[in-house]
Each structure stands twice: as structure tokens, then as C-alpha cells.
């Protein structure tokens, strides 16, 4: 099953700056999803976004997909201490699979 | 709320040892999933089961067995532990809604740390 990649692996920004990362795959999706997960616990939910939408929004969070390109963007605004994490985007294809990337860890610095 | 829980947190095992993870959901959840964690690989689902009474395998079932208790509780036995299965193990749960189970977002536990030696 396809997995989706997460560029960058890494990414370390100041308090106050905007993060970006993507993830990108090769086959079909029905939504796909983001998640966090800090150091030690299990991932939390972000944002679902279907195939038939371009972009959405939840707070400082904005989530766009681009199904002719294959990859979608998790931006972070204004980032703070707290959102220092891994983020790990999941892609829901054909058959009912979700499957989950390598994630990007996020450090943001104070 | 509590949302999904998984006992124990962490533990050791040597080889050949056995082993139930547990995992219990409070959000009247259908759908309930184990998945393991490897530096560098993402989440591999194990086993998961879309309803109560119904299990099936998942990426990397080899080595283990699950049952679905009741609809809030999923177990993941180890039966012969092995070094390959140290990971951190998550279980999670969701709303089982039209169109499959993943089109509703997953609620994870904080995992269990497993070392097997």
C-alpha cells in the first residue's frame, strides 16, 4: 500500500514564524488526514480533508490538497513553543486502507 | 472523558515471554485498531476490527493475535515475544461511518512501550 512522504523530515523555526511541510503519494486518495504527536503520547488529530476539497482550515492550522499534484501542505501560523511535535500525515485510498508517513518533527524555538 | 486507554505503559520481555496489551475506548466507538511504531517507518496497523466481534488482519499481523472483548475493549497478545517486536504500540478507535472506517478521524491511546530482549 502506498505511503504517503513528508517533506521536510525536519524543520526547527522561531517562535512566531510560520511552518510549512507537505506530504506527497503516488496513487489515488478518498482523504486524507493530518496528526500530531508530541514527544511520548499518541497522535492527535488535526484536520480530514476529502478528495473534492482544496483546502481547509481549524485555527492556526491551514491544510491544502492538490490531487493533480498529488500532495497536500500542512501550514502552522504563528507557531508556538507547544507545537514543537512530529506531524504525520495518513492517506485514506481504495479498499479501506490508512496508511501513515514518516512524519516531519517539528522544534520550535522560544 | 478518557477517550482510549492502553495498559501497561511500558515493559520488558525476554524472548519466548507472553503477553495482552490492553486498550479500552469511552466514546461508544465501532471501529477499534492496533498499530506499532518504528523510528523512521511510520504507523503499521496490526490487526484492527470495524465492529465488535469482528477482527481482521492488518500490514503486519505475524506474531500476533487480538479479540475484541466488547465494544469498548481490543486486546493484542504477543504469544512467543521476539526482539523484532520492540515498538511502541498504539491502539485506536473511531466512528465507523458510511463509506469505511477511515473516514472518520482516529482517537489513539498513548501507546505502550515494549522491549523485548
Known amino acids: 500500500s502506498q505511503q504517503g512522504e513528508e517533506d521536510p523530515q525536519a524543520l526547527s523555526i522561531q517562535e512566531g514564524e510560520n511552518a510549512t511541510m507537505n506530504c506527497s503519494y503516488k496513487?489515488?486518495?478518498?482523504?486524507l488526514q493530518w496528526y500530531r504527536q508530541n514527544s511520548g503520547r499518541g497522535l492527535v488529530h488535526l484536520i480530514l480533508?476529502?478528495?473534492?476539497?482544496r483546502e481547509k482550515h481549524s485555527g492556526r492550522l491551514r491544510v491544502t490538497l492538490d490531487t493533480s499534484k498529488k500532495s497536500s501542505s500542512l501550514l502552522i501560523t504563528a507557531s508556538r513553543a507547544a507545537d514543537t511535535a512530529s506531524y504525520f500525515c495518513?492517506?485514506?485510498?481504495?479498499?479501506?486502507?490508512?496508511?501513515f508517513g514518516g512524519g516531519t518533527r517539528v522544534l520550535v524555538k522560544p | 472523558n478518557a477517550g482510549v486507554t492502553q495498559t501497561p505503559k511500558f515493559q520488558v520481555l525476554k524472548t519466548g515471554q507472553s503477553m495482552t496489551l490492553q486498550c479500552a475506548q469511552d466514546?461508544?466507538?465501532?471501529?477499534m485498531y492496533w498499530y506499532r511504531q518504528d523510528p523512521g517507518m511510520g504507523l503499521r496497523l496490526i490487526y484492527y476490527s470495524a465492529s465488535e466481534g469482528t477482527t481482521d488482519k492488518g500490514e503486519v499481523p505475524n506474531g500476533y493475535n487480538v479479540s475484541r472483548l466488547n465494544k469498548r475493549e481490543f486486546s493484542l497478545r504477543l504469544e512467543s515475544a521476539a526482539p523484532s517486536q520492540t515498538s511502541v504500540y498504539f491502539c485506536?478507535?473511531?466512528?465507523?461511518?458510511?463509506?469505511?472506517?477511515?473516514?472518520?478521524?482516529?482517537?489513539f491511546g498513548n501507546g505502550t512501550r515494549l522491549t523485548v530482549t
Open positions: 466514546m461508544n466507538h465501532n471501529s
Open positions: 485506536a478507535s473511531n466512528a465507523y461511518g458510511t463509506g469505511g472506517g477511515y473516514n472518520s478521524p482516529l482517537h
Open positions: 496513487t489515488s486518495i478518498n482523504n
Open positions: 480533508i476529502r478528495s473534492n476539497e
Open positions: 495518513a492517506l485514506k485510498a481504495a479498499g479501506n486502507k490508512l496508511t
